[in-house]
């Protein structure tokens, strides 16, 4: 049993749409099973809601207040004690954000509007609160140690014995990527290491001579890696104009890929760029008349549309977008039934799950007629675009990848404390005038400067050293463990990775890397060589940067297995602790609309099954409790045979759905931990309940599968009412009763 008491607990995290539905089936049988070696799984509150209520909280009446959880779980993650389950959360777009003020208001939560012009103390206070909630506000808080994603050997061999559909692609192809060669973030970067510790300003000097502080107060550490990067908004008028002309000439979809989510202030304004150019005479004649009603196209047509009938002339303004919509290129459709196009909503189409799927799809996206059909996938930012390019070539010239022979690209990501890009947030500026963004050292010194006009995107992003060093220390003990080749993909052309090439060189000399093969490579070398060798079934570790991280995790998992929630996905923290994520959460929302029509939860939960028993592993170790480490084998085999008996979530009612596949596993979890001979004692304590599940199988699933096929009630989107769910999600009053009665059955 435990010794350290400190040790023995796990943080489940509460989030939001499936993952939160199947969290309310699932976790009953998770804490009744460890209850059985004296761990206590507890749960934080960290979903969209529950952020947003802890924002307001000293505001709020005392009987609506809540605890800040994130804040919390920030604080257990920088300690060795850590041991935390984070499932996908929502990383809210503007639209979103205020969907979700509005139902917890309709609940009776005293939130104010979210204010799009604030003009007062309070309308600006509580504008900077819903900042802070918005976008990727929860990974960067948790995500203190690197990350370590690679699929398990049991999900790649079911995947090779029973591989997805991929779509043919066919050589005469006309995807293309097409993305700015100047003047963006990638080729205006510039980039320092801190040769002490320092405090930073970052301010505006007007060509006026007039000067604004941006950011004060900026520290850094000795050794840190600051960049700074410039997108020339002229440039980028100018390259969207270019392609929109080029989609319609080469008679393919337009279609634009963003990270609206995580890059929260600059790709909204991007995204709004790209809105703008798609129906330039619109906003050339009713511009002015929709930013006068506060109606942007950052967030999108959805939210353009939805406040025309405000406007006098909304149905002029209305049939202005409708005409160019038709004049223009096809635009690709993200629910061509319901009208629903690529720029209705800047979260709906995110570039790291967006451009994978499309390539799976034969390299098509969805028409207006919900067909499929060639794409111009644009993607302004040169950064990172060149590596879904790479992959498209390979596929025009070799034809779609095979699941069942392919190799896989695992990764090693440098993330830890808020590292690169996705730690740009509050230092990323849309320019008010033309002058120079300069960066300043306590001392007074310009360490970077760039030129800018009104209307530019800056940004400023950091990275420590120490999760520097830890990046290069996981890669090579990763490489050495897999005995599996390690690319660092690097790019000299630009100024942050021109410097971390220095670093991991470095770095690489404090390690015994005899006998590795660990070599740098820009990402577009870096990916035409992985996927030379993927086809040759070969394995390939992609060391990278935090975004392409994320794009890679995404990229080949849904290339291999068809989805990236069967990736396992470990963060071994820097102070020692761990944090298990439990894969992505892109196509959630779809799931929810399906439970509510009709009572089915297509969510499939083998990235939590996965993450749990990396979980219980690291709990035994650090809490002395060989037990766990016997559950948690256990359930990896119980999890081996859930995928090779088909008992995941199906698609279609009439099968077995998220809480069916829950049930299934607690029955293999409980026979095998009723066959091992490792704890004889739980073995004969799991026979009892492995014999009772056995026994009541068939009454279980008629009882969970009943209830399929009508309306479901769980009493709101963003925060479900607790007890509506818990009566949707565990139905079986069968399996509930031999749940519920583990903890003193055993």
């Known amino acids: 049993m435990a010794t350290n008491p400190a040790a023995s607990r796990i943080i489940y995290t509460h989030t939001d749409e499936a993952p939160m539905l199947a969290t309310a089936s699932f976790l009953p049988i998770l804490q009744a099973f460890s209850a059985t070696a004296g761990i206590d799984v507890e749960t934080r509150d960290i979903s969209l809601a529950g952020r947003i209520i802890a924002a307001f909280s000293d505001l709020l009446p005392e009987d609506q207040r809540v605890p800040d959880a994130l804040a919390e779980l920030g604080e257990l993650a920088r300690s060795p004690e850590a041991n935390i389950i984070k499932l996908p959360n929502i990383s809210a777009s503007v639209p979103q954000l205020k969907a979700a003020i509005a139902e917890l208001q309709g609940q009776g939560v005293a939130l104010p509007d979210y204010p799009d012009s604030p003009a007062t103390d309070a309308e600006r206070d509580a504008r900077a609160r819903y900042d802070a909630v918005k976008g990727s506000a929860v990974n960067p808080v948790l995500r203190e140690g690197n990350s370590d994603r690679r699929a398990p050997k049991a999900v790649k061999d079911f995947a090779k014995a029973h591989p997805h559909r991929m779509g043919a692609w066919s050589a005469d192809s006309r995807t293309n990527v097409a993305t700015m060669d100047a003047d963006d973030f990638r080729h205006s970067e510039q980039s320092v290491i801190m040769p002490a510790a320092d405090t930073l300003t970052i301010r505006l000097v007007g060509a006026d001579g007039e000067t604004t502080e941006l950011k004060t107060g900026l520290g850094v550490l000795a050794g840190e890696v600051v960049d700074a990067a410039r997108l020339s908004a002229r440039a980028l008028d100018a390259?969207?104009?270019?392609?929109?002309?080029?989609?319609?000439?080469?008679?393919?979809?337009?279609?634009?890929?963003?990270?609206?989510?995580?890059?929260?202030?600059?790709?909204?304004?991007?995204?709004?760029?790209?809105?703008?150019?798609f129906f330039p005479r619109t906003f050339e004649a009713h511009g002015a008349a929709l930013e006068a009603a506060g109606l942007s196209a950052n967030n999108g047509l959805a939210g353009i549309f939805a406040g025309l009938d405000g406007l006098a002339d909304g149905d002029a303004i209305k049939a202005s977008f409708e005409e160019e919509l038709a004049s223009g290129p096809a635009l690709a459709m993200v629910d061509s039934d319901k009208g629903i196009t690529n720029l209705h909503v800047?979260?709906?189409?995110?570039?790291?799950?967006?451009?994978?799927?499309?390539?799976?799809?034969?390299?098509?996206?969805?028409?207006?007629?919900?067909?499929?059909?060639?794409?111009?996938?644009?993607?302004?930012?040169?950064?990172?675009?060149?590596?879904?390019?790479?992959?498209?070539?390979?596929?025009?010239?070799?034809?779609?990848?095979?699941p069942a022979t392919m190799g896989s690209v695992p990764n090693v990501g440098l993330m830890a404390q808020k590292a690169e890009e996705y730690g740009s947030h509050d230092k990323t500026f849309e320019i008010d005038r033309d002058g120079r963004v300069e960066v300043v050292n306590a001392a007074?010194?310009?360490?970077?400067?760039?030129?800018?006009?009104?209307?530019?995107?800056?940004r400023a992003c950091q990275t420590k050293d120490a999760p520097i060093r830890d990046w290069v220390r996981l890669a090579v003990e990763r490489a050495r463990l897999s005995q599996t080749p390690a690319i660092f993909w690097l790019d000299p052309e630009r100024a942050h990775d021109r410097n971390l090439i220095g670093l991991v060189e470095r770095y690489l000399a404090d390690h015994d890397t005899e006998g590795l093969d660990i070599t740098i490579a820009a990402p577009v070398e870096a990916c035409r060589t992985s996927i030379e060798r993927i086809r040759r079934g070969e394995d390939t570790i992609s060391v990278t940067g935090n975004v392409l991280r994320d794009y890679n995790t995404d990229l080949f998992p849904i290339l291999e297995l068809g989805t990236s929630a069967k990736m396992l996905s470990v963060v071994p923290l820097m102070n020692g602790g761990g944090l298990f994520e439990t894969g992505a959460g892109g196509s959630a929302p779809k799931h929810v609309q399906q439970l509510i029509a009709e009572d089915y939860l297509r969510w499939d939960s083998l990235g939590e099954f996965?993450?749990?028993?990396?979980?219980?592993?690291?709990?035994?170790?650090?809490?002395d409790n060989p037990r766990a480490a016997v559950i948690a084998d256990a359930l990896d085999r119980a999890t081996g045979t859930l995928l090779e008996k088909g008992q995941s979530p199906q698609r279609k009612l009439g099968t077995i759905d998220n809480r069916g596949s829950h049930f299934c596993l607690a029955l293999h979890w409980a026979r095998e931990l009723a066959q091992q001979t490792e704890d004889a004692e739980l073995a004969q304590a799991f026979a009892r309940l492995s014999a009772e599940l056995a026994e009541k199988e068939h009454m279980i699933m008629e009882e969970l599968l009943a209830v399929q096929g009508r309306p479901a009630d769980i009493g709101g989107y963003y925060r479900p009412a607790p007890e509506k769910t818990a009566a949707v999600m565990r139905p079986s009053a069968t399996l509930n009763a031999i749940i519920d009665a583990i903890a003193t059955a055993l």
Not at 444 to 458: K, N
């Open 346 to 402: 800047p979260s709906d189409v995110i570039v790291d799950a967006s451009m994978p799927a499309m390539i799976r799809t034969s390299g098509h996206m969805w028409n207006a007629d919900g067909e499929e059909q060639d794409t111009l996938a644009v993607i302004p930012d040169s950064s990172y675009a060149g590596v879904y390019q790479a992959v498209i070539e390979d596929c025009r010239a070799h034809g779609a990848f095979d």
């Open 444 to 458: 007074g010194d310009v360490l970077m400067s760039h030129d800018v006009e009104a209307g530019d995107i800056w």
């Open 610 to 623: 996965l993450a749990l028993a990396e979980s219980l592993r690291h709990l035994s170790r650090a809490a």
């Open 239 to 277: 390259f969207l104009a270019e392609q929109v002309e080029r989609a319609e000439a080469e008679g393919v979809l337009f279609s634009a890929h963003l990270k609206a989510t995580m890059m929260k202030v600059s790709d909204p304004i991007i995204f709004g760029h790209v809105v703008r150019a």
